[in-house]
Each structure stands twice: as C-alpha cells, then as structure tokens.
C-alpha cells in the first residue's frame, strides 16, 4: 500500500513537471511571438482611428519587455509628435499592453493574428478591431 502511493505521488509530480515545462516551451519557444514581435513597426492607420491626415504611428517592441509608442502629424504647418511609454507581455497568441501617458496608465489585450518578419495583424475583441503593422527594423 506505502508503495502504491509512493508511485502515485511519483507520478503526479511528472505529470505536473512535463506541463510546467510544455507551458513554458510553448510561450518562450526560440521564434515564437514573444521573439518575433521584438523590433520597431509602423502602424497603419484606418478610418475608425480617426487620425489626422498624413499621421505615421511606430511601436518598438523591445527585448527587456518595453515599448515605445510615436506618433508624428502635422496641424498647419508645423509637425507634432506624441510619444508614450509602457510594457508588454507576449503568452502564446495574447499580446498585453500597458501604456503610460499624461499621468495614467492603460492596460489593452489584442490577439496576435498573424505575425511574420514582416507584417503583425492584431485584433482587439473589446473594440471588435483590427490592427495591421509593417516591420521597419
């Protein structure tokens, strides 16, 4: 009896240890979204945002797990830019943001729809939008 329960809890802390692992393996896999979203994209701007004519919008995603969010646009003649800070965490096909700006903070989860060397589509299920980024760097 001591032997069968010796195996049991044997065979728990495996089971647990080979789920630890496989988590772990899949949301920090080498080329996984946490890898490939590292770098500088410039947004595209639709409609709905509202932006202002001739807007240009980047996002750096950073390897320590920080972003930097610019925005740069013209009112008359002379050019604006808007710059905020914040952090992010990339878990298999979720992408949660935190952004810094003008003394509050704001938290945002999108999915990651697609994300390639190139290109980074994100939807973001509150607003029912989708977001489309291009690789600068």
Do not use: C, H
Not at 31 to 43: F, L, Q, R
Not at 106 to 125: A, Q, R
């Amino acid at each position: 009896m001591n032997r069968l329960k010796v195996l049991v809890v044997l065979g728990s802390f495996a089971v647990l240890g080979l789920l630890a692992v496989a988590g772990s393996v899949n949301s920090e896999e080498k080329g996984g979204n946490a890898d490939k979203i590292v770098g500088k994209w410039n947004m595209e701007f639709s409609e709905k945002d509202k932006a202002p004519p001739g807007a240009k919008g980047t996002v750096e995603f950073t390897k320590d797990k920080k972003l930097k969010l610019a925005m740069s646009f013209k009112i008359g003649d002379k050019e604006q830019t808007i710059t905020a800070d914040g952090t992010y965490e990339v878990n298999g096909d979720k992408l949660k943001t935190t952004i810094k700006f003008g003394g509050q903070e704001k938290s945002d989860t999108d999915t990651i729809k697609k994300l390639t060397d190139k290109e980074m589509v994100l939807f973001n299920e509150d607003k029912k939008e989708e977001k489309k980024f291009t690789r600068t760097k």
